[in-house]
């Protein structure tokens, strides 16, 4: 077990890695669409990449529906295992819509040997999703 001092120095010691390692501007929150934003997530139990839409329901539905449409192009040409769920909860209880894209080998925060396969995952994986949006932007935005 570690103390939560201990996992905070190794989370931000991963983040930190992953930076030098992959130096590049992410997308992340910056895609100029309300309630729209990718994301990496990596605890000690699993790490994925994801799409989330948080916004109000109604501007929700309406970018859900668009994301829907390109279903088919993203698992194509992209990203052949993504996952879509229109109601996804996160640890919090709020309610949003994700398009993510799960690491299958076991991986923790917390052991240093996972670490370069979960950064190569969500350098390759992150990317194709940024081009995906970058390709299809204008059809995405409201």
């Given at each position: 077990?570690?103390?939560?001092?201990?996992?905070?120095?190794?989370?931000?010691e991963?983040?930190t890695?992953?930076?030098?390692?992959?130096?590049?501007?992410w997308?992340?929150?910056?895609?100029?669409i309300?309630?729209?934003?990718?994301?990496?997530?990596?605890?000690?139990?699993?790490?994925?990449?994801?799409l989330d839409?948080?916004?109000?329901?109604?501007?929700?539905?309406?970018?859900?529906?668009k994301?829907?449409?390109?279903?088919?192009?993203l698992?194509?040409?992209?990203?052949?295992?993504?996952?879509y769920?229109?109601?996804?909860?996160?640890?919090?209880?709020?309610?949003?819509?994700?398009?993510?894209?799960?690491?299958e080998?076991?991986?923790?925060?917390h052991?240093?040997?996972?670490?370069?396969?979960?950064?190569?995952?969500?350098?390759?994986?992150?990317?194709?999703?940024?081009?995906?949006?970058?390709?299809?932007?204008?059809m995405i935005?409201?």
């Amino acid at each position: 077990m570690f103390s939560k001092e201990e996992s905070r120095l190794l989370r931000q010691e991963f983040w930190t890695s992953f930076g030098k390692s992959f130096p590049r501007k992410w997308l992340l929150y910056d895609t100029k669409i309300k309630g729209f934003s990718f994301k990496f997530h990596f605890d000690t139990k699993s790490a994925l990449v994801a799409l989330d839409l948080e916004d109000d329901l109604e501007n929700r539905i309406n970018s859900w529906e668009k994301l829907v449409a390109l279903k088919g192009i993203l698992k194509s040409e992209y990203l052949p295992d993504a996952i879509y769920e229109e109601e996804y909860f996160l640890e919090n209880g709020k309610e949003i819509s994700r398009i993510y894209l799960p690491l299958e080998q076991k991986a923790s925060i917390h052991n240093k040997n996972t670490w370069r396969d979960v950064m190569e995952f969500f350098n390759e994986n992150m990317s194709l999703f940024e081009a995906f949006f970058e390709e299809y932007r204008d059809m995405i935005q409201p």
